[in-house]
Protein backbone atom coordinates (compact mmCIF):
# COMPACT_ATOMS: atom_id res chain seq x y z
CA UNK A 1 0.00 0.00 0.00
CA UNK A 2 0.88 3.50 -0.95
CA UNK A 3 1.30 6.50 1.69
CA UNK A 4 -1.58 8.48 -0.21
CA UNK A 5 -3.83 9.48 2.47
CA UNK A 6 -6.88 7.81 0.17
CA UNK A 7 -6.51 5.87 -3.12
CA UNK A 8 -9.15 3.73 -4.88
CA UNK A 9 -8.74 1.45 -8.02
CA UNK A 10 -11.28 1.10 -9.42
CA UNK A 11 -13.93 1.73 -7.34
CA UNK A 12 -17.36 0.70 -8.80
CA UNK A 13 -20.56 0.77 -7.47
CA UNK A 14 -23.99 0.09 -8.91
CA UNK A 15 -27.10 0.29 -7.40
CA UNK A 16 -29.24 -2.76 -9.06
CA UNK A 17 -29.02 -1.67 -12.86
CA UNK A 18 -28.41 2.07 -12.19
CA UNK A 19 -24.50 2.81 -11.99
CA UNK A 20 -23.70 4.86 -9.15
CA UNK A 21 -19.59 5.48 -10.20
CA UNK A 22 -17.69 3.35 -12.47
CA UNK A 23 -13.76 3.03 -12.21
CA UNK A 24 -12.57 6.11 -10.25
CA UNK A 25 -9.02 5.94 -9.89
CA UNK A 26 -8.22 8.41 -7.40
CA UNK A 27 -5.31 9.37 -5.25
CA UNK A 28 -5.55 12.14 -2.52
CA UNK A 29 -2.19 13.27 -0.55
CA UNK A 30 -1.26 13.73 2.60
CA UNK A 31 -1.48 16.67 4.16
CA UNK A 32 -3.49 18.40 0.92
CA UNK A 33 -7.16 20.07 0.59
CA UNK A 34 -8.69 17.82 -2.44
CA UNK A 35 -12.01 19.04 -4.33
CA UNK A 36 -14.43 16.97 -5.33
CA UNK A 37 -16.59 18.62 -7.88
CA UNK A 38 -19.76 17.41 -9.58
CA UNK A 39 -22.84 18.45 -10.56
CA UNK A 40 -25.77 16.64 -8.07
CA UNK A 41 -26.34 12.83 -8.68
CA UNK A 42 -22.44 12.63 -10.39
CA UNK A 43 -21.67 10.04 -7.74
CA UNK A 44 -19.85 12.12 -5.19
CA UNK A 45 -21.54 10.61 -2.17
CA UNK A 46 -21.62 6.99 -3.05
CA UNK A 47 -17.76 7.44 -3.71
CA UNK A 48 -17.55 9.03 0.13
CA UNK A 49 -19.91 6.81 1.24
CA UNK A 50 -17.62 3.53 -0.33
CA UNK A 51 -14.85 4.93 1.64
CA UNK A 52 -16.54 4.63 4.93
CA UNK A 53 -17.89 1.65 4.30
CA UNK A 54 -21.77 2.61 4.81
CA UNK A 55 -21.84 0.97 1.52
CA UNK A 56 -20.08 -2.16 -0.58
CA UNK A 57 -17.99 -1.71 -3.77
CA UNK A 58 -19.24 -3.79 -6.87
CA UNK A 59 -15.69 -3.82 -7.85
CA UNK A 60 -12.60 -2.32 -7.45
CA UNK A 61 -11.21 -1.38 -4.11
CA UNK A 62 -10.40 2.00 -1.66
CA UNK A 63 -7.87 2.67 1.02
CA UNK A 64 -8.19 5.47 3.35
CA UNK A 65 -4.86 6.50 5.80
CA UNK A 66 -3.50 3.00 4.31
CA UNK A 67 -5.91 1.23 5.65
CA UNK A 68 -8.20 -0.93 3.84
CA UNK A 69 -11.90 0.53 3.66
CA UNK A 70 -13.63 -2.61 3.34
CA UNK A 71 -11.66 -5.37 5.82
CA UNK A 72 -10.05 -2.05 8.24
CA UNK A 73 -13.30 0.18 8.11
CA UNK A 74 -13.36 0.83 12.04
CA UNK A 75 -9.87 2.02 11.59
CA UNK A 76 -10.48 4.10 8.69
CA UNK A 77 -13.79 5.71 10.17
CA UNK A 78 -11.35 5.85 13.91
CA UNK A 79 -9.13 8.17 12.08
CA UNK A 80 -11.51 10.20 9.79
CA UNK A 81 -14.28 12.76 10.41
CA UNK A 82 -16.89 12.83 8.16
CA UNK A 83 -20.07 15.25 7.51
CA UNK A 84 -22.47 13.49 5.69
CA UNK A 85 -24.35 15.39 2.44
CA UNK A 86 -27.53 14.90 3.81
CA UNK A 87 -26.90 14.93 7.82
CA UNK A 88 -29.81 14.20 9.87
CA UNK A 89 -28.77 13.94 13.67
CA UNK A 90 -30.07 12.12 16.24
CA UNK A 91 -33.47 13.81 17.76
CA UNK A 92 -34.69 14.86 21.20
CA UNK A 93 -31.28 16.03 22.51
CA UNK A 94 -29.88 19.19 22.46
CA UNK A 95 -26.63 19.90 20.46
CA UNK A 96 -24.41 19.25 23.39
CA UNK A 97 -25.70 15.64 23.98
CA UNK A 98 -25.87 14.94 20.50
CA UNK A 99 -22.04 15.95 19.80
CA UNK A 100 -21.24 14.06 23.03
CA UNK A 101 -22.91 10.97 22.37
CA UNK A 102 -20.87 10.98 19.00
CA UNK A 103 -18.17 11.75 20.85
CA UNK A 104 -18.91 9.08 23.11
CA UNK A 105 -19.02 6.57 20.91
CA UNK A 106 -15.64 7.48 19.61
CA UNK A 107 -14.49 7.06 22.88
CA UNK A 108 -14.28 10.99 23.71
CA UNK A 109 -12.58 13.60 22.58
CA UNK A 110 -10.34 16.24 23.55
CA UNK A 111 -11.79 18.62 26.31
CA UNK A 112 -13.61 21.94 25.11
CA UNK A 113 -13.03 20.88 21.52
CA UNK A 114 -17.03 20.73 21.49
CA UNK A 115 -17.28 24.40 22.83
CA UNK A 116 -14.56 26.00 21.05
CA UNK A 117 -15.52 24.63 17.70
CA UNK A 118 -19.52 25.87 18.90
CA UNK A 119 -17.83 29.09 19.70
CA UNK A 120 -16.18 29.77 16.46
CA UNK A 121 -19.19 28.61 14.51
CA UNK A 122 -21.61 30.34 16.75
CA UNK A 123 -23.85 27.41 17.56
CA UNK A 124 -25.76 27.56 20.22
CA UNK A 125 -25.07 23.87 22.10
CA UNK A 126 -28.27 24.31 24.78
CA UNK A 127 -30.76 24.41 21.68
CA UNK A 128 -32.57 21.09 21.03
CA UNK A 129 -31.40 19.95 17.69
CA UNK A 130 -34.55 19.57 15.96
CA UNK A 131 -35.62 23.35 16.79
CA UNK A 132 -32.41 24.09 14.56
CA UNK A 133 -32.08 25.58 11.53
CA UNK A 134 -30.44 23.75 8.19
CA UNK A 135 -28.01 25.70 8.96
CA UNK A 136 -27.41 25.17 12.63
CA UNK A 137 -27.72 21.46 12.00
CA UNK A 138 -25.11 22.01 9.66
CA UNK A 139 -22.68 23.75 12.48
CA UNK A 140 -23.70 20.84 14.71
CA UNK A 141 -22.26 18.29 11.93
CA UNK A 142 -19.31 20.08 11.15
CA UNK A 143 -18.63 20.40 14.77
CA UNK A 144 -18.95 16.26 14.65
CA UNK A 145 -16.28 15.86 11.92
CA UNK A 146 -14.00 18.30 13.85
CA UNK A 147 -13.92 17.49 16.88
CA UNK A 148 -11.72 14.76 17.27
CA UNK A 149 -9.21 16.31 14.94
CA UNK A 150 -9.27 13.59 12.75
CA UNK A 151 -5.97 12.98 9.94
CA UNK A 152 -8.66 13.00 7.23
CA UNK A 153 -11.60 14.95 6.81
CA UNK A 154 -14.14 14.04 4.61
CA UNK A 155 -16.90 16.40 4.07
CA UNK A 156 -19.66 16.01 1.85
CA UNK A 157 -21.02 19.40 0.75
CA UNK A 158 -20.07 21.35 4.05
CA UNK A 159 -21.00 24.63 3.10
CA UNK A 160 -24.53 23.68 1.91
CA UNK A 161 -27.09 25.30 4.10
CA UNK A 162 -24.74 28.20 5.59
CA UNK A 163 -24.74 31.74 5.43
CA UNK A 164 -21.29 32.93 3.56
CA UNK A 165 -20.48 34.22 6.74
CA UNK A 166 -20.37 30.96 8.62
CA UNK A 167 -19.04 29.55 5.35
CA UNK A 168 -16.05 31.65 5.55
CA UNK A 169 -15.72 30.25 8.83
CA UNK A 170 -15.84 26.54 7.50
CA UNK A 171 -13.18 27.35 4.97
CA UNK A 172 -11.14 29.10 7.60
CA UNK A 173 -10.97 25.78 9.92
CA UNK A 174 -10.56 23.92 6.93
CA UNK A 175 -7.47 25.84 6.12
CA UNK A 176 -5.90 25.40 9.57
CA UNK A 177 -6.19 21.74 9.51
CA UNK A 178 -4.42 21.55 7.07
CA UNK A 179 -2.01 23.82 7.94
CA UNK A 180 -1.50 21.39 10.76
CA UNK A 181 -0.81 18.40 8.43
CA UNK A 182 -4.11 17.11 8.02
CA UNK A 183 -5.94 16.06 5.12
CA UNK A 184 -9.25 17.26 3.87
CA UNK A 185 -11.84 15.57 1.07
CA UNK A 186 -14.34 17.90 0.03
CA UNK A 187 -16.94 17.82 -1.81
CA UNK A 188 -19.27 20.20 -3.57
CA UNK A 189 -21.13 20.72 -6.71
CA UNK A 190 -19.56 24.34 -7.21
CA UNK A 191 -16.30 25.51 -7.94
CA UNK A 192 -16.52 28.94 -5.75
CA UNK A 193 -17.39 26.24 -2.48
CA UNK A 194 -13.78 24.63 -3.20
CA UNK A 195 -11.55 27.49 -5.11
CA UNK A 196 -10.36 29.25 -1.94
CA UNK A 197 -9.33 26.22 0.03
CA UNK A 198 -8.93 23.30 -2.40
CA UNK A 199 -5.24 22.95 -3.56
CA UNK A 200 -6.57 20.24 -6.28
CA UNK A 201 -10.11 19.01 -7.76
CA UNK A 202 -11.29 16.06 -9.04
CA UNK A 203 -14.30 15.88 -11.77
CA UNK A 204 -16.86 13.31 -11.25
CA UNK A 205 -19.40 13.28 -14.08
CA UNK A 206 -21.82 10.76 -14.46
CA UNK A 207 -20.12 8.66 -12.44
CA UNK A 208 -16.84 8.75 -13.86
CA UNK A 209 -13.64 10.61 -12.50
CA UNK A 210 -13.14 12.57 -15.78
CA UNK A 211 -10.23 15.09 -14.40
CA UNK A 212 -7.98 15.90 -12.03
CA UNK A 213 -6.25 19.04 -11.89
CA UNK A 214 -4.56 22.25 -10.23
CA UNK A 215 -7.15 25.00 -9.03
CA UNK A 216 -4.85 27.35 -10.50
CA UNK A 217 -5.07 25.74 -13.69
CA UNK A 218 -8.68 24.98 -13.98
CA UNK A 219 -9.38 28.93 -12.95
CA UNK A 220 -7.51 30.03 -15.73
CA UNK A 221 -8.81 28.19 -18.22
CA UNK A 222 -12.54 29.01 -16.61
CA UNK A 223 -14.79 31.06 -18.55
CA UNK A 224 -16.48 33.76 -16.38
CA UNK A 225 -19.84 35.58 -17.42
CA UNK A 226 -19.25 39.21 -17.70
CA UNK A 227 -22.18 41.56 -17.15
CA UNK A 228 -20.91 45.75 -18.05
CA UNK A 229 -23.50 48.53 -17.76
CA UNK A 230 -22.00 52.07 -19.26
CA UNK A 231 -22.99 55.31 -17.87
CA UNK A 232 -22.50 56.82 -20.91
CA UNK A 233 -21.51 55.54 -24.38
CA UNK A 234 -19.85 52.37 -24.60
CA UNK A 235 -16.93 51.24 -26.60
CA UNK A 236 -17.04 51.57 -30.29
CA UNK A 237 -14.86 49.03 -30.64
CA UNK A 238 -15.51 45.69 -30.57
CA UNK A 239 -13.65 44.10 -27.09
CA UNK A 240 -13.91 40.69 -28.84
CA UNK A 241 -10.36 41.67 -29.91
CA UNK A 242 -8.79 41.34 -26.63
CA UNK A 243 -7.46 38.67 -25.39
CA UNK A 244 -9.57 36.26 -23.75
CA UNK A 245 -12.86 37.61 -24.30
CA UNK A 246 -15.39 36.11 -26.63
CA UNK A 247 -19.03 35.96 -26.98
CA UNK A 248 -19.26 39.57 -26.97
CA UNK A 249 -23.23 40.66 -27.38
CA UNK A 250 -24.51 44.44 -26.42
CA UNK A 251 -28.19 44.63 -25.81
CA UNK A 252 -30.36 48.00 -24.67
CA UNK A 253 -26.64 49.65 -23.56
CA UNK A 254 -25.45 46.48 -21.51
CA UNK A 255 -22.31 44.23 -22.76
CA UNK A 256 -22.28 40.78 -21.98
CA UNK A 257 -19.57 38.89 -22.64
CA UNK A 258 -17.27 35.54 -21.26
CA UNK A 259 -13.92 35.98 -20.33
CA UNK A 260 -11.42 32.85 -20.23
CA UNK A 261 -8.52 33.20 -17.88
CA UNK A 262 -7.64 36.98 -16.03
CA UNK A 263 -9.67 39.53 -16.62
CA UNK A 264 -7.17 42.16 -16.48
CA UNK A 265 -7.01 43.09 -20.28
CA UNK A 266 -10.33 43.45 -20.05
CA UNK A 267 -10.93 46.00 -16.85
CA UNK A 268 -7.55 48.02 -18.47
CA UNK A 269 -9.71 48.15 -21.83
CA UNK A 270 -12.66 49.03 -19.95
CA UNK A 271 -11.31 51.82 -17.99
CA UNK A 272 -11.44 54.52 -20.61
CA UNK A 273 -15.28 54.58 -20.52
CA UNK A 274 -17.78 55.40 -17.37
CA UNK A 275 -18.30 51.95 -16.09
CA UNK A 276 -21.54 52.49 -14.16
CA UNK A 277 -21.95 48.94 -12.78
CA UNK A 278 -19.71 45.36 -13.86
CA UNK A 279 -20.77 42.13 -12.66
CA UNK A 280 -19.00 38.80 -13.08
CA UNK A 281 -20.09 35.79 -12.20
CA UNK A 282 -18.51 32.54 -11.16
CA UNK A 283 -18.37 30.19 -14.31
CA UNK A 284 -20.92 27.32 -14.08
CA UNK A 285 -19.43 23.72 -13.77
CA UNK A 286 -20.17 22.49 -16.79
CA UNK A 287 -18.80 25.47 -18.69
CA UNK A 288 -15.36 24.40 -17.14
CA UNK A 289 -15.69 21.01 -18.19
CA UNK A 290 -16.37 22.87 -21.97
CA UNK A 291 -13.73 25.14 -21.37
CA UNK A 292 -11.14 22.39 -20.85
CA UNK A 293 -12.39 19.71 -22.45
CA UNK A 294 -14.11 21.43 -25.39
CA UNK A 295 -10.86 22.45 -27.03
CA UNK A 296 -9.10 19.34 -26.68
CA UNK A 297 -11.78 17.09 -28.08
CA UNK A 298 -11.75 19.69 -30.85
CA UNK A 299 -8.58 18.72 -31.48
CA UNK B 1 -17.80 -2.84 25.37
CA UNK B 2 -19.50 0.61 25.40
CA UNK B 3 -23.22 0.88 25.65
CA UNK B 4 -23.63 4.77 24.37
CA UNK B 5 -26.17 4.01 21.81
CA UNK B 6 -28.14 1.47 24.43
CA UNK B 7 -28.25 4.19 26.67
CA UNK B 8 -29.16 6.61 24.05
CA UNK B 9 -32.04 4.28 22.82
CA UNK B 10 -33.40 4.53 26.69
CA UNK B 11 -33.17 8.01 26.79
CA UNK B 12 -34.94 8.48 23.31
CA UNK B 13 -37.75 5.70 24.73
CA UNK B 14 -38.08 6.69 28.37
CA UNK B 15 -41.08 8.72 27.87
CA UNK B 16 -43.03 5.82 25.39
CA UNK B 17 -42.01 3.30 28.01
CA UNK B 18 -43.20 5.50 30.86
CA UNK B 19 -46.75 5.74 29.31
CA UNK B 20 -46.50 2.18 28.33
CA UNK B 21 -46.12 1.22 31.93
CA UNK B 22 -48.86 3.53 33.45
CA UNK B 23 -50.77 1.25 30.73
CA UNK B 24 -50.38 -2.09 31.81
CA UNK B 25 -50.53 -1.31 35.57
CA UNK B 26 -53.70 0.39 34.35
CA UNK B 27 -55.56 -2.53 32.34
CA UNK B 28 -53.95 -5.47 34.63
CA UNK B 29 -55.26 -3.70 37.60
CA UNK B 30 -58.75 -2.84 36.37
CA UNK B 31 -58.66 -6.32 35.26
CA UNK B 32 -57.58 -7.83 38.42
CA UNK B 33 -60.01 -5.30 40.49
CA UNK B 34 -63.26 -7.13 38.77
CA UNK B 35 -62.09 -10.40 40.37
CA UNK B 36 -64.32 -10.55 43.38
CA UNK B 37 -67.31 -9.31 41.51
CA UNK B 38 -66.87 -12.21 39.12
CA UNK B 39 -66.20 -14.59 41.89
CA UNK B 40 -69.02 -13.74 43.56
CA UNK B 41 -71.70 -14.36 40.60
CA UNK B 42 -73.00 -17.69 40.31
CA UNK B 43 -73.64 -17.51 36.53
CA UNK B 44 -70.29 -16.66 35.31
CA UNK B 45 -68.54 -19.82 36.38
CA UNK B 46 -70.32 -21.32 33.78
CA UNK B 47 -70.46 -19.01 30.96
CA UNK B 48 -67.69 -20.61 29.48
CA UNK B 49 -69.60 -24.40 28.94
CA UNK B 50 -71.34 -22.76 26.09
CA UNK B 51 -68.28 -21.19 24.54
CA UNK B 52 -66.97 -23.38 21.19
CA UNK B 53 -63.70 -24.84 22.21
CA UNK B 54 -61.63 -22.35 19.17
CA UNK B 55 -62.65 -19.45 21.25
CA UNK B 56 -61.46 -20.37 24.98
CA UNK B 57 -58.66 -21.76 23.19
CA UNK B 58 -57.59 -18.29 21.43
CA UNK B 59 -58.92 -15.92 24.43
CA UNK B 60 -58.65 -17.43 27.59
CA UNK B 61 -55.60 -20.16 26.90
CA UNK B 62 -57.96 -23.15 26.74
CA UNK B 63 -59.89 -22.76 29.91
CA UNK B 64 -62.15 -20.04 31.56
CA UNK B 65 -62.41 -20.81 35.30
CA UNK B 66 -63.12 -17.79 36.44
CA UNK B 67 -63.55 -18.49 40.33
CA UNK B 68 -60.16 -20.13 40.40
CA UNK B 69 -57.42 -17.94 41.11
CA UNK B 70 -55.41 -19.44 38.11
CA UNK B 71 -57.86 -20.08 35.77
CA UNK B 72 -58.65 -16.00 36.41
CA UNK B 73 -55.36 -14.41 35.84
CA UNK B 74 -54.50 -16.91 33.03
CA UNK B 75 -58.12 -15.91 30.99
CA UNK B 76 -58.07 -12.22 31.87
CA UNK B 77 -54.11 -11.28 31.92
CA UNK B 78 -51.96 -14.00 30.78
CA UNK B 79 -53.42 -15.43 28.11
CA UNK B 80 -54.24 -12.55 25.75
CA UNK B 81 -53.67 -8.91 27.34
CA UNK B 82 -50.79 -8.76 28.55
CA UNK B 83 -48.26 -10.60 25.79
CA UNK B 84 -50.78 -8.17 23.41
CA UNK B 85 -49.52 -5.37 25.23
CA UNK B 86 -45.61 -6.41 25.94
CA UNK B 87 -45.54 -7.33 22.34
CA UNK B 88 -46.98 -4.84 19.88
CA UNK B 89 -44.72 -2.80 22.32
CA UNK B 90 -41.56 -4.88 21.83
CA UNK B 91 -42.02 -5.35 18.24
CA UNK B 92 -42.65 -1.36 16.92
CA UNK B 93 -39.12 -0.91 19.80
CA UNK B 94 -37.61 -3.43 17.82
CA UNK B 95 -38.25 -2.47 14.29
CA UNK B 96 -37.38 1.51 15.07
CA UNK B 97 -34.20 -0.10 16.53
CA UNK B 98 -31.91 -0.26 13.27
CA UNK B 99 -34.85 -0.07 10.78
CA UNK B 100 -36.15 3.39 12.16
CA UNK B 101 -32.49 4.61 12.57
CA UNK B 102 -32.11 3.97 8.90
CA UNK B 103 -35.69 6.00 8.01
CA UNK B 104 -34.78 9.10 10.11
CA UNK B 105 -31.20 9.04 8.04
CA UNK B 106 -29.22 9.18 11.10
CA UNK B 107 -28.22 5.47 10.63
CA UNK B 108 -25.60 6.80 8.34
CA UNK B 109 -23.82 9.08 10.63
CA UNK B 110 -23.79 6.17 13.67
CA UNK B 111 -22.37 3.80 11.32
CA UNK B 112 -19.59 6.58 9.90
CA UNK B 113 -18.32 6.56 13.50
CA UNK B 114 -15.90 4.01 14.79
CA UNK B 115 -19.29 1.78 15.33
CA UNK B 116 -18.64 -1.98 14.42
CA UNK B 117 -22.70 -2.68 13.20
CA UNK B 118 -22.45 -5.92 15.32
CA UNK B 119 -21.43 -3.94 18.50
CA UNK B 120 -24.76 -1.58 17.01
CA UNK B 121 -27.12 -4.45 16.66
CA UNK B 122 -26.52 -5.61 20.55
CA UNK B 123 -27.04 -2.41 22.06
CA UNK B 124 -29.75 -2.10 20.37
CA UNK B 125 -31.09 -5.65 21.55
CA UNK B 126 -29.64 -4.84 24.67
CA UNK B 127 -31.66 -1.46 25.33
CA UNK B 128 -35.03 -3.47 23.76
CA UNK B 129 -34.26 -5.72 26.52
CA UNK B 130 -33.89 -4.07 29.13
CA UNK B 131 -37.37 -1.86 27.98
CA UNK B 132 -39.23 -5.49 27.71
CA UNK B 133 -37.93 -6.35 31.37
CA UNK B 134 -39.11 -2.86 32.90
CA UNK B 135 -42.18 -3.65 31.53
CA UNK B 136 -42.54 -6.88 32.57
CA UNK B 137 -41.56 -5.89 36.11
CA UNK B 138 -44.67 -3.26 35.70
CA UNK B 139 -46.96 -6.31 35.33
CA UNK B 140 -45.42 -8.14 37.56
CA UNK B 141 -45.64 -6.28 40.46
CA UNK B 142 -49.31 -5.39 39.55
CA UNK B 143 -50.44 -8.66 39.37
CA UNK B 144 -48.87 -9.67 43.14
CA UNK B 145 -50.18 -6.66 44.55
CA UNK B 146 -53.53 -6.74 42.61
CA UNK B 147 -54.00 -10.38 43.67
CA UNK B 148 -53.38 -9.80 47.25
CA UNK B 149 -55.58 -7.30 47.53
CA UNK B 150 -58.82 -8.83 46.05
CA UNK B 151 -57.89 -12.17 48.36
CA UNK B 152 -56.45 -13.70 44.65
CA UNK B 153 -54.54 -16.51 46.06
CA UNK B 154 -51.31 -17.31 43.96
CA UNK B 155 -47.48 -17.84 44.67
CA UNK B 156 -45.13 -15.61 43.32
CA UNK B 157 -43.28 -18.08 42.02
CA UNK B 158 -45.95 -18.68 39.82
CA UNK B 159 -46.39 -14.83 38.72
CA UNK B 160 -42.91 -14.92 38.11
CA UNK B 161 -43.02 -17.55 35.86
CA UNK B 162 -45.95 -16.77 33.72
CA UNK B 163 -44.67 -13.00 33.50
CA UNK B 164 -41.54 -14.39 32.56
CA UNK B 165 -42.85 -16.19 29.55
CA UNK B 166 -44.30 -13.18 28.34
CA UNK B 167 -41.63 -11.29 28.67
CA UNK B 168 -39.38 -13.87 26.64
CA UNK B 169 -42.52 -13.88 24.22
CA UNK B 170 -42.30 -10.22 23.83
CA UNK B 171 -38.55 -10.56 23.52
CA UNK B 172 -38.40 -13.18 20.71
CA UNK B 173 -40.77 -10.74 18.60
CA UNK B 174 -39.02 -7.83 19.39
CA UNK B 175 -35.55 -9.60 18.09
CA UNK B 176 -37.21 -10.81 15.33
CA UNK B 177 -38.35 -7.30 14.19
CA UNK B 178 -35.11 -5.79 15.27
CA UNK B 179 -33.29 -8.82 12.91
CA UNK B 180 -35.73 -8.07 9.60
CA UNK B 181 -35.13 -4.09 9.97
CA UNK B 182 -31.14 -4.85 10.01
CA UNK B 183 -31.45 -6.87 7.39
CA UNK B 184 -33.48 -5.14 5.02
CA UNK B 185 -34.79 -1.63 5.35
CA UNK B 186 -38.25 -0.32 6.50
CA UNK B 187 -39.54 0.06 9.73
CA UNK B 188 -42.82 -1.28 8.51
CA UNK B 189 -42.25 -4.50 6.74
CA UNK B 190 -40.08 -5.23 10.02
CA UNK B 191 -42.99 -4.65 12.48
CA UNK B 192 -45.11 -6.66 9.77
CA UNK B 193 -43.39 -9.25 9.66
CA UNK B 194 -42.71 -10.16 13.45
CA UNK B 195 -46.72 -9.36 13.90
CA UNK B 196 -47.11 -11.85 11.53
CA UNK B 197 -45.29 -14.65 12.52
CA UNK B 198 -46.26 -13.40 16.09
CA UNK B 199 -50.18 -13.66 15.11
CA UNK B 200 -49.34 -17.18 13.58
CA UNK B 201 -48.01 -18.23 17.07
CA UNK B 202 -50.90 -17.46 18.72
CA UNK B 203 -53.29 -19.32 16.15
CA UNK B 204 -51.18 -22.30 15.75
CA UNK B 205 -51.28 -22.87 19.73
CA UNK B 206 -54.94 -21.91 20.42
CA UNK B 207 -56.25 -23.89 17.35
CA UNK B 208 -53.96 -26.54 18.35
CA UNK B 209 -55.78 -27.19 21.56
CA UNK B 210 -59.43 -27.54 19.41
CA UNK B 211 -58.18 -29.11 16.22
CA UNK B 212 -56.85 -32.33 17.04
CA UNK B 213 -54.70 -32.44 13.49
CA UNK B 214 -52.36 -29.63 14.78
CA UNK B 215 -52.10 -30.69 18.41
CA UNK B 216 -49.09 -32.33 17.47
CA UNK B 217 -47.56 -29.38 15.67
CA UNK B 218 -48.28 -27.08 19.11
CA UNK B 219 -45.21 -27.13 20.13
CA UNK B 220 -43.36 -25.15 17.62
CA UNK B 221 -45.19 -22.28 18.58
CA UNK B 222 -43.50 -20.25 20.63
CA UNK B 223 -46.76 -18.76 22.28
CA UNK B 224 -47.24 -22.42 23.73
CA UNK B 225 -43.62 -22.58 24.69
CA UNK B 226 -43.76 -19.50 26.59
CA UNK B 227 -47.44 -19.35 28.00
CA UNK B 228 -49.39 -22.83 26.52
CA UNK B 229 -47.61 -24.90 29.17
CA UNK B 230 -49.13 -23.82 32.40
CA UNK B 231 -46.74 -21.59 34.04
CA UNK B 232 -49.54 -20.09 36.40
CA UNK B 233 -50.12 -23.61 37.66
CA UNK B 234 -47.25 -25.82 36.78
CA UNK B 235 -44.04 -22.99 37.84
CA UNK B 236 -40.94 -22.18 35.19
CA UNK B 237 -40.76 -24.40 32.01
CA UNK B 238 -37.26 -24.31 31.79
CA UNK B 239 -36.77 -26.23 28.75
CA UNK B 240 -39.31 -23.90 26.68
CA UNK B 241 -37.50 -21.21 28.06
CA UNK B 242 -34.14 -22.10 27.15
CA UNK B 243 -35.60 -22.85 23.69
CA UNK B 244 -37.12 -19.15 23.87
CA UNK B 245 -33.98 -17.78 24.42
CA UNK B 246 -32.00 -19.45 21.65
CA UNK B 247 -34.57 -18.31 19.44
CA UNK B 248 -34.01 -15.29 20.27
CA UNK B 249 -29.90 -15.68 20.39
CA UNK B 250 -30.84 -16.76 16.28
CA UNK B 251 -33.01 -13.54 15.56
CA UNK B 252 -30.09 -11.18 16.99
CA UNK B 253 -27.39 -12.90 15.22
CA UNK B 254 -29.51 -12.93 11.70
CA UNK B 255 -29.85 -9.53 12.78
CA UNK B 256 -26.00 -8.99 13.02
CA UNK B 257 -25.05 -10.67 10.05
CA UNK B 258 -27.76 -8.89 8.25
CA UNK B 259 -27.02 -5.61 8.76
CA UNK B 260 -22.93 -6.48 8.23
CA UNK B 261 -23.81 -7.81 4.93
CA UNK B 262 -25.51 -4.79 3.30
CA UNK B 263 -25.68 -1.53 2.16
CA UNK B 264 -26.94 1.28 4.65
CA UNK B 265 -29.59 3.42 3.16
CA UNK B 266 -28.87 7.72 3.21
Given at each position: ?34 G ?66 L ?5 G ?43 L???D ?9 R ?76 P ?14 R ?41 | ?56 A ?16 N??V ?179 V ?9
Amino acid sequence: MSDAAIETRDLTKFYGQSRGIEGIDLRVERGEVFGFLGPNGAGKTTTIRLLLDLIRATRGTAAVCNCDSRAQSLEVRRRTGYLPGELRLPGRLSARDCLEYLAHIRGGVARNQIEELSDRLGLELDRTVDDLSKGNKEKVGVVAAFMHDPELLILDEPTSGLDPLRQEDVQELIRERSAAGRTVFLSSHALDQVEHVAGRVGIIKEGRLISVEEISALKRRALRHVEIRFAGAGPSEDLSRIPGVRDVSVKDGVVRLRVEGPMDALVKELARYPVQTLTSEEPELDEIFLAFYGRSHAG
Amino acid sequence: MRAEVAFQALRERRRALLWWGLGVVALVGLNIAFYPSVRDSAGLADYSKDLPKALRALFAGGEINLVSATGYLNSQVFALMAPLILLVFSIGAGATAVAGEEERGTLDLLLAQPLERADFVLQKFAALSASVLALTLGLLVTVAVGSRLVDLEIGFGKLVAASGGVALLALLFGALALAVGAARPGRGRAAAVAAAVAAASWMLDGLGQAVDALDPWRPLSPYYQALGTSPLSDGVPWASWALLVALTALCVGAGVVGLRRRDVRQ
